[in-house]
Every structure is written in structure tokens, then in C-alpha cells.
Nanobody
Framework: EVQLVEFGGGLVQPGGSLRFSCAASGFTLTNYAMNWVRQAPGKGFEWVSGISSDGSNIKYIDSVKGRFTASRDSAKNTLYLQMNNLKPEDTAVYYC??????????????WGKGTLVTVSL
């Protein structure tokens, strides 16, 4: 059974940092592209970052470039998102999600339950 479990949400002040983990089970992380998606309160889903199956291509939306870094640990079958210089507009529920192939443009087939980040004084 494919499972994705996120860890690391919480309350942080503007300018602060958080690191998310997404533990994957039921499949091998390096066989699929992985993604981070967020949903701000009252808004739709927003794709944040994607990492190709071989890890050679990582893409971000413009609003997080230079602040967020996606990575993974193949040995732990875990995906990470390091978020620095957080802004109030980063407040959202963050999800890790799997793509059904090696490339993130192929869509999303499995999602974690999400973890809430609140950026506020």
C-alpha cells in the first residue's frame, strides 16, 4: 500500500525556517517524481515544487525560489522541503504527492494527509 506521511508543520514567525519530511512507503521514491503542493486557507491547491525520479531536475514556483529547497534521501525513502525566510503568504497546508511516472508533469496519483504551516507573529 502506498503511503505518504508528512512531518514538520507548525507555527513560525516571518523570516523563520521549517523543514518538512515526507516518509514514503509501499514504493521506491527513486522510481517516481515527487512533489510538494500547498493549499492556503480559502484557496485552491498550488503546486510548489517537483523533483524528478532521478533527482536531477528540481523545479519551484517563482514565489518560493531561493527560499525553499526540495531534496530526498533515497536510503530513508524520504522527501524533504527546507523552507527559509518564510512569509505570511506561505501559510498553508502542505502536502507531498507522488507523480505516476519519473516526471512531475505527469500529474499526481498519491497524496499525503498534509501538514499545516502558519507563518505569523
Amino acid at each position: 500500500e502506498v503511503q505518504l506521511v508528512e512531518f514538520g508543520g507548525g507555527l513560525v514567525q516571518p523570516g523563520g525556517s521549517l523543514r518538512f519530511s515526507c516518509a514514503a512507503s509501499g514504493f521506491t521514491l527513486t522510481n517516481y517524481a515527487m512533489n510538494w503542493v500547498r493549499q492556503a486557507p480559502g484557496k485552491g491547491f498550488e503546486w510548489v515544487s517537483g523533483i524528478s525520479s532521478d533527482g536531477s531536475n528540481i523545479k519551484y514556483i517563482d514565489s518560493v525560489k531561493g527560499r525553499f529547497t526540495a531534496s530526498r534521501d533515497s536510503a530513508k525513502n524520504t522527501l524533504y522541503l527546507q523552507m527559509n525566510n518564510l512569509k505570511p503568504e506561505d501559510t498553508a497546508v502542505y502536502y507531498c504527492a507522488r507523480s505516476p511516472s519519473a516526471w512531475w508533469a505527469s500529474g499526481l496519483d498519491y497524496w499525503g494527509k498534509g501538514t499545516l504551516v502558519t507563518v505569523s507573529l
